[in-house]
């Protein structure tokens, strides 16, 4: 089976500027959550999706929105790009969300220039 | 706010020595424990879980973690580590709302053969 699948792979954009990413969950995955990590440190949580509808949001400006789609895959929009936003976005899938075990897929490297 | 704490910033071992990877948490709740492992060049990967029952969990390539809910701790251990351990070790547990992973900033290690 396909883990969890996301694009693009790396993505360059300036400052100011609007970029969105795209994340497939495992077949069978209801939820999906979407992760920053930056150099050096753990993933932080953004937001967690399940059948559409927005479970949870972490500590993130609203500049950082996301959505997903009835066939459960999901977009992360990044709205006015800052220096800071570079780093690895991570998408996970989990069968229902909440407390579910989250897989994670390889990632978009995103540089702010 | 909850918090994960990984003591150690960059281990260096030996083939064959033992590891053990300190992992403390800050919510008294229940709470499910994690340990995901990103080789180089890969992305995360579940090593284990802990949800509840048996406080000794077992996981991938000979790993395996203690909760010790008195310690607040989840410590890593392998008795014999070999040179393809060599990767980030990342400490998460779920959030009090149940839908976030909270990520340690993870341990280095890096195994000589």
């Known amino acids: 089976d396909a883990g969890v699948t996301q694009s693009p792979t790396h993505l360059i954009k300036t400052r100011g500027q609007q970029v969105t990413l795209r994340c497939s969950p495992i077949?069978?995955?209801?939820?999906v959550s979407w992760y920053q990590q930056v150099l050096g440190q753990g993933p932080q949580f953004i937001f967690q999706?399940?059948?559409?509808?927005?479970?949870g949001r972490g500590n993130f400006p609203d500049r950082f929105s996301a959505r997903q789609f009835p066939n459960y895959s999901s977009e992360l929009n990044v709205n006015a790009l800052l220096l800071g936003d570079s780093a690895l976005y991570l998408c996970?899938?989990?069968?229902?969300?909440?407390?579910?075990?989250?897989?994670f897929g390889p990632g978009t490297r995103l540089t702010v220039l | 706010a909850q918090s994960v704490s990984q003591h150690n910033h960059h281990v260096i071992l030996s083939e064959a020595a033992s590891l053990e990877l300190g992992c403390n948490y800050s919510?008294?709740?229940?709470?499910?424990l994690f340990w995901y492992v990103q080789y180089p060049g890969q992305h995360l990967q579940l090593l284990l879980k802990?949800?509840?029952?048996?406080?000794l969990v077992k996981g991938i390539k000979g790993f395996e973690a203690e909760f010790i809910k008195s310690k607040f701790s989840f410590n890593l251990r392998k008795p014999s580590v070999q040179w393809s351990d060599t990767a980030e070790y990342f400490c998460?547990?779920?959030?009090?709302?149940?839908?976030?992973?909270?990520f340690g900033k993870g341990t280095t290690l890096s195994v000589s053969s």
């Open positions: 996970a899938s989990s069968l229902a969300g909440g407390a579910d075990t989250q897989y």
């Open positions: 077949s069978g995955h209801k939820s």
């Open positions: 999706y399940y059948e559409k509808e927005e479970r």
């Open positions: 919510y008294g709740g229940t709470v499910n």
């Open positions: 802990y949800f509840s029952g048996d406080p």
């Open positions: 998460a547990v779920n959030s009090e709302a149940g839908t976030a992973l909270i």
